[in-house]
């Protein structure tokens, strides 16, 4: 049977209506006069704009410190917590508590632990970002790991057990590099979801350290500059690295396994 | 040198072992044989250590093994599915159990090296499990298990996931390496052939039960109990009660038996296909009609129609045979060939 030309219609609308904005905001991020939104040539001048502005330099860096602490922290407790909901509970709630901050409503999360840390009179900072990113990438990479879990071959743990090793190496040796591809996948979801979050951020950022999207959000207040549209395109660029990078990986641990 | 006694395991309301007692001798190649599904795993993963039994106790040369975790028995299993680990070549397999026990390097090598040449796998050692044939992993699982020199080794349906040519290959193999290392093996498989040509006794397990333990010549010619009887090789079942002659069937008269029973006893009589002769036309003790010949080779199989019998009688003849289908034939057998059993 020959399919409908038209058919393909709704299908590319669909991309379009998806990537138009993604594609102005590239292209406007090269624009050569001052308005975000009249392109009047090409030129490289607002990239070199954001590269003197102190304000996101000091955004940026925020960010990245809470991402990395919060990715690295999420990723053990997330693994540990999907091995230990895997294989010694046989409880659904525990399972479908384990990973509810991963779907909670990002204001109920930020409000919670803002309360939270007022009443354990906790001061706020840096570290209050990182403990709250924490929370949400840690449901992440459980569900992630969880999932590859019970897809794992229990007899490969008992084959070990049953050459001698202890739980511990057993886990270490036969467990972990089962998981990797899914803790790695965890991993990355829970720093792409770190990079670019505000609602939690900015209940519980300190007004001296602002991360990124919250210095963005300030600037863009008094309007859009092309200079965030170049800020935004590099972050763009950080996301596709990211996404490229984890199917790579996922597949180079995959084809070991 | 291994003694289960009285183990029982259930599930909810399975009952996968009920009431098991068994005794395995140093250095026996010992097989546990039953349909699937009667507890045969569920029994070599007790003795492993990754279940334990409600009741019953299993001591290792004296010494209690249920209370040891499953790291420190002195025993192997096989796993049905070989459970190789999939990130690591054939010599990191069959290191990891070795590395465990912290030898020396130099001996974790010579030792490995050793086990890959006695499989024959020398050339493999730097190979992935997923590189492999069928008929290699399974010698890859078994060159893991025997390289920790265990006292025993445990083996679950060892040849079950390899084709019929690799299997006879393997057979031969397992008995040789056996024999080599000198270990007690335990194997567990629903093949009766297997079984049969492995094993230097056999258990026969039905539905979480030992049903008969014997050598398999011993228990090919004298089953104990009808499930035996039907289920290791093939056998004509005749119903009746014993007499002094053998049996007394209902509708076939005396049949010829080996009879200790007490007379009137209600009892099946078991008899062997090859163990039937195709009198001819006058003598015998069942007369009946030839309903199919099926040529084999080196044997033939004869379906007789008995009147007064609903399952035609089966009889194996060595080579081609000269019975026709439709032919009137006369059936008969020696006394000691009947079987006598207690129903
Ligand atoms: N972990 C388990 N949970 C529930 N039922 C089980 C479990 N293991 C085995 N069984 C049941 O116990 C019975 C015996 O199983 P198994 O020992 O695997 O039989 P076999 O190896 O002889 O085929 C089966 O009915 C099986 O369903
Ligand atoms: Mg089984």
Known sequence: MRKSRLLYVPFWATYVFLYTPIVVLVVMSFNAGDSPYVYEGFSLEWYGTLAKNAAIREGLVNTLIVAVGSTVLATVLGTLLAVGLARHTRSRALDALGMLPAVLPDLVLGIGLLVFYATIKSTLGLHSVLLAHTVFGMAFVTAVVRTRLTHADTSLEEASRDLGATPFTTFVRITLPQLAPGILAGALLAFTLSIDEFVIAFFTAAPTTPTLPIVIYSMVRFGVTPEINALATLLLLVSFTAVIVTQRMTRLTESLS | ?343
């Open chain 2, 1 to 343: 040198m291994l003694k289960i006694t009285g183990v029982s395991r259930r599930f909810g309301d399975v009952t996968a072992l009920s009431d098991v007692s068994l005794e395995i001798r140093q250095g026996e190649f010992f097989a546990l044989l039953g349909p699937s599904g009667c507890g045969k795993t569920t029994l070599l993963r007790i003795l492993a250590g990754f279940e334990s039994p409600d009741e019953g106790t299993v001591t290792l040369d004296g010494d209690d093994l249920l209370g040891q975790a499953a790291h420190r028995r002195p025993v192997n299993l096989m796993f049905q599915s070989y459970a190789l680990f999939p990130h690591m070549t054939v010599a990191k397999n069959v290191a990891y159990g070795l590395e465990r026990e912290r030898l020396g390097r130099a001996e974790v090598r010579g030792r490995v090296d050793e086990v890959l040449q006695k499989v024959g796998l020398e050339t493999m050692a730097g190979r992935r499990p997923h590189q492999l044939s069928g008929g290699q992993r399974q010698r890859v699982a078994l060159a893991r298990a025997i390289v920790k020199r265990p006292r025993l080794l445990l083996l679950d349906e060892p040849l079950s996931a390899l084709d019929k040519k690799v299997r006879a290959e393997m057979q031969l193999e397992l008995k040789r390496l056996q024999n080599e290392v000198g270990i007690t093996f335990v194997v567990v498989t629903h093949d009766q052939e297997e079984a049969m040509s492995l094993a230097d006794r056999i258990a026969v397990f039905n539905a979480g039960g030992v049903e008969q333990v014997d050598a398999p010549v011993e228990l090919y010619e004298h089953p104990r109990t009808p499930f035996v009887a039907g289920f290791v090789g093939a056998n004509n079942i005749f119903e009746g009660r014993a007499c002094s002659a053998g049996l007394a069937g209902e509708e076939l008269g005396i049949l010829p038996g080996d009879s200790g029973l007490p007379d009137g006893t209600p009892a099946l009589l078991a008899v062997r296909p090859e163990r039937i002769r195709l009198d001819g036309e006058d003598k015998g003790v069942l007369g009946g009609e030839v309903v199919d010949v099926s040529f084999y080779g080196g044997i033939s199989h004869v379906s007789v129609q008995v009147s007064g019998r609903r399952q035609p009688v089966l009889v194996a003849t060595q080579g081609a045979t000269q019975v026709q289908t439709g032919s009137k034939v006369a059936l008969g057998w020696a006394e000691g060939d009947g079987v006598l059993i207690p129903q």
